[in-house]
């Protein structure tokens, strides 16, 4: 497999909640730093054996446009890439761009590739949203085991209380989980496995 994979997302996929999101698992300890069009970073780490530690902030406006600038002009060079060789190394990088307007890319390659202009723009970035993150914790409940039922509530990653509608299998095998935004009229779907990653604890009603 090449250095570096591009995939657009699929076309029946819902549309995505972030605007950047970089997920590195090196040796086991998985670290992702993502921000969501809400103007919410999230910065989650796991070691293999402890709980995950989720750090979650808001960006300001200023923050917000700068992070959103950037993503938007490292676009087009992230799209253009494709398989550049082989690069073995201990470990992996999957990052994923949506901005506004724009088809979601899946950008995977080795934490050793030599990165494009872009991917080192975007990356220093992140590193540096990253280091920010560090200075503010958040606990996280263990939901490894929940199976989401109609009536559950469970507070997300990026700040939104979602409340489980119903819960139905689908043709592809998987569990399809019809979720309401708060006590507004927004409504989503989502796999019960997406679900159980992205929320941070039951809420009660």
């Not at 939104?160 to 019809?178: F, K, M, Q, T, W």
Request: proline share 7%.
């Amino acid at each position: 497999m090449g250095a570096f994979l591009l995939a657009l997302a699929a076309a029946a996929a819902p549309e995505p909640t972030y605007i950047v999101e970089r997920v590195v698992t090196v040796n086991g300890a998985v670290t992702r730093v993502s921000v969501f069009r809400n103007g919410v970073a999230v910065l989650a780490r796991r070691r293999t054996g402890e709980a995950e530690n989720l750090i979650r902030q808001p960006l300001s406006e200023i923050e917000m446009k700068v992070v959103t600038q950037v993503v938007e002009e490292c676009y087009p060079g992230l799209a253009r890439f494709g398989t550049v060789g082989d690069t073995p190394g201990p470990g992996r990088v999957e990052l994923r761009v949506a901005p506004p307007g724009r088809d979601p890319l899946l950008i995977r390659y080795a934490v050793t590739a030599a990165p494009s202009l872009a991917l080192s723009r975007l990356t220093q970035a992140l590193d540096g949203l990253e280091a920010r993150l560090v200075a503010t914790r958040v606990t996280r409940d263990d939901l490894s085991m929940w199976e989401p039922a109609a009536g559950d509530r469970v507070e997300l990653e990026d700040g939104r209380i979602v409340e489980v509608l119903s819960v139905a299998p689908s043709p592809e095998g998987a569990v399809v989980v019809h979720v309401q935004v708060g006590d507004g009229p927004a409504t989503f779907f989502i796999t019960d496995n997406e679900l159980r990653r992205l929320a941070v604890r039951k809420v009660a009603k």
